[in-house]
């Protein structure tokens, strides 16, 4: 390479200025670490000074390079300069330059100004790189071809790198590329021409032969079958751990940089594999060859925008079946809708887990599973034939292995009568899965309600009304009961009382959406032994929850029966009246505990029991009932809210106008007429109660206040 520049030159004798002055600053570079620039500047100025007049030896430093590419990356500024470095003449030798190319690990996503750089430099030419080079550079194209900023570059240069197959030293590696980035409006007559003659010659080349089967995919009529036969290369990725560590150092520069978490892959292409291994599941590429000059084909879908515009135009695929995998064909078949695909794509699924329960395959449950999750997330749906299976899989499943895969997949299971959804399916798999602990009885019931959430959906969305929908979720909310009063015995803990909750958060919606009345007219309340056992729990935030739940049933059951005109059930209302009297008598009326008033059940708790309870409370002189003791001021889990409220108030008013004395509490109606009169805080009963409901609304449980507005005739919600 010596002969390339002459060391007198002045523009040699600029560079090395240049190159020198880059150890003060490298634009775009400054969150490259200083050994980063140490070592770029140093091969840098290496590759403008012939072998004899640096002083000290390049390899090392070539070394440290590579090792600080390979472990961050290079930034874009870093990468474009090493670019300029390999593409253009240096005093560098081969095995430096090689070493350099074969550590370009971009950190980013690699712009196309670079693709054009790194084409524009191969070719035959006395200022060309080696060809040794040029095939290396090649290799990186073809591994750094999924994260390069869209492919439009790659489309520019097609030309380019079709007459590079000419040159038996660059033609593997230039067919794997053009297999990568071929459309259909690359394959005309001349290039095939081209191809046909160049394997003819060249004895058919695999490289040749790959190229042209890629071809044939397109027009398949034109090609015909004896020019494609003979051994072709499958293009491989030619180093899957060289492209494994560049999406590690890229996930970790995006991590760094506070971005996604992954690199954002264009999902408006059609999917490729991108490792193999004995475990992946044979599903077939999106190809398509059957299309005409008026069409699109999915692979020549590159962006969002193209697929909204040629929607309409686009042909299917030759094998729908990869519908299973690939997003963008999963999104095409969604938008347009095509029984043939989804039924196929069930009959293949259903023939590979027939092979693996026979163990005639090599594929394991939990990558059939992770398919079939896939595939009834994007669907929406789980047709019946893959239903089948899994009732068949029942019958070998140990219970434990793809467990939550298995859960997550059955709350896709389309409306249907519960009781026969129940005994059919629903049932089996409880009996595998519960084994007496709470961790598998909170699994079935997290499956239960995202089951109940999805049928809601699918009831909001609906057009007509669906019948069966009412009873489904009677029946539904009526097996769930039983299993929440089992959680609460079993594990009673704030962690499960939350779960219980999120399940009631649903179906108290079955009664107050306005659009779900349309379907459900009756679903099943609560069971009162749950409401109380959850209301009187040590957590606060679990009352609040319980009373935001009742709040919901009661606004649901007036809407119902004044706007819907449904008729509920009397065995719900009784019952649900019954525990929103002992609610707002503990916390509103201080009637804690009593039967008395209409539909008041006395949180059913024995007579008896509530009698020696109210004389122990008389026999300690505490001057409070056991009526008074749950309301807002004596309630265990409230009173510290009350009283925090009652001294924000005080400290507020004593420094505005001073206070001669303060409220020692628990607070009642005779005390705060006595605080008043004797120089304290002028403060009603009910503007006390008002003002503790709010306090505990802004600490986040807004739950009481929403019950009792609604409830309490005399409280009316702000």
């Not at 963008?328 to 347009?336: A, E, G, I, P």
């Not at 119902?560 to 019952?575: G, K, L, S, V, Y």
């Amino acid at each position: 390479m010596s002969a390339f520049l002459d060391p007198n030159d002045v523009g040699l004798r600029e560079a090395r200025g240049q190159a020198s002055s880059r150890d003060q600053t490298v634009p775009g570079s400054l969150d490259a670490s200083p050994e980063m620039q140490e070592s770029l500047s140093g091969v840098l100025r290496a590759s403008k000074l012939p072998a004899k007049q640096r002083g000290t030896n390049i390899k090392p430093i070539v070394d440290q390079l590579g090792s600080l590419a390979y472990d961050q990356g290079l930034l874009p500024a870093d990468l474009s300069e090493l670019i300029d470095l390999v593409t253009a003449p240096s005093f560098l030798d081969q095995a430096s330059i090689a070493a350099v190319v074969r550590n370009l690990y971009p950190a980013t996503s690699v712009s196309g100004d670079l693709i054009i750089r790194v084409i524009g430099c191969l070719g035959h030419g006395k200022l060309k790189p080696s060809l040794a080079i040029q095939a290396a550079l090649l290799k990186w194209l073809i591994m750094i071809q999924h994260v390069v900023e869209g492919q439009n570059h790659f489309i520019r240069t097609y030309p380019v790198l079709f007459n590079l197959l000419d040159t038996a030293a660059l033609r593997t590696y230039a067919c794997h590329l053009l297999a990568l980035i071929t459309r259909r409006r690359h394959v005309r007559p001349h290039r095939i021409q081209a191809l046909l003659s160049l394997s003819r010659q060249t004895g058919n080349d695999p490289a040749l032969i790959g190229l042209l089967r890629v071809y044939k995919d397109y027009y398949p009529e034109i090609i015909v079958g004896d020019a494609t036969r003979g051994k072709a290369s499958a293009f491989n990725h030619p180093d899957t751990q060289w492209r494994e560590r560049v999406d590690e150092i890229q996930r970790a520069h995006a991590q760094r940089r506070a971005l996604r978490s992954e690199i954002p892959l264009d999902s408006f292409r059609v999917a490729r594999h991108r490792l193999k291994g004995p475990r992946d599941l044979t599903i077939p590429q999106v190809h398509t060859s059957h299309a005409t000059e008026n069409s699109i084909t999915l692979e020549e879908i590159e962006s969002v925008d193209g697929f909204v515009k040629n929607i309409e135009k686009i042909e299917l695929p030759n094998q729908l079946i990869a519908i299973l995998h690939d997003p963008l064909l999963q999104k095409l078949l969604f938008l347009r809708p095509q029984a043939q695909a989804h039924l196929r794509a069930c009959h293949w699924l259903s023939s590979y887990a027939q092979d693996m329960m026979a163990a005639d395959s090599e594929v394991h449950l939990a990558d059939i599973l992770n398919i079939l999750k896939s595939y009834v997330t994007a669907t929406k749906g789980l047709p019946p034939i893959l239903l089948a299976f899994l009732r068949e899989l029942i019958n070998t499943w140990d219970g434990i292995e793809g467990r939550e895969l298995i859960l997550d997949i059955l709350t896709y299971t389309p409306l249907a009568d519960f009781r026969e959804l129940l005994t059919d399916i629903f049932q089996l798999f409880e009996q595998r899965i519960l084994n007496g602990t709470p961790h598998s009885q909170l699994q079935i019931l997290e499956f239960y309600t995202s089951l109940l959430r999805r049928w809601m959906v699918h009831w909001v969305s609906s057009d007509k009304k669906l019948t069966e929908a009412s009873e489904t979720a009677a029946h539904l909310v009526t097996h769930v009961n039983s299993l929440c009063l089992t959680l609460m015995q079993t594990s009673p803990s704030m962690s499960t009382y939350g779960k219980i909750l999120d399940f009631y958060y649903q179906t108290s919606s079955l009664a107050s959406d306005i659009h779900l009345l349309t379907h459900t007219q009756a679903a099943a309340v609560p069971p009162a032994t749950l409401i109380y056992n959850l209301f009187f729990s040590p957590s606060p935030l679990t009352a609040s929850r319980v009373c935001s739940v009742v709040a919901k049933y009661k606004e649901g059951f007036q809407t119902a029966m004044a706007i819907a005109n449904i008729n509920h059930t009397p065995r719900h209302i009784p019952e649900f009246n019954g525990f929103l009297m002992d609610i707002c008598n503990c916390l509103w009326r201080q009637r804690a505990l009593s039967d008395e008033d209409a539909n008041a059940k006395g949180c059913i708790i024995p007579r008896p029991l509530v009698e020696d309870l109210s004389s122990y409370i008389t026999s300690l002189s505490m001057g409070g009932s056991l009526a008074s003791l749950f309301s807002l001021s004596y309630s265990p889990i409230f009173s510290l809210f009350a009283i925090s409220f009652l001294r924000q108030v005080e400290d507020q008013v004593e420094e505005q106008e001073g206070l001669d004395i303060k409220h020692a509490g628990p607070v009642t109606k005779a005390t705060l007429k006595t605080l008043a009169d004797r120089g304290g805080l002028n403060l009603s009963w009910d503007d006390y109660r008002r003002g503790v409901l709010s306090y505990l609304e802004n600490h986040g449980m807004d739950g009481v206040e929403h019950l009792l507005s609604i409830t309490i005739v005399t409280l009316r919600r702000k």
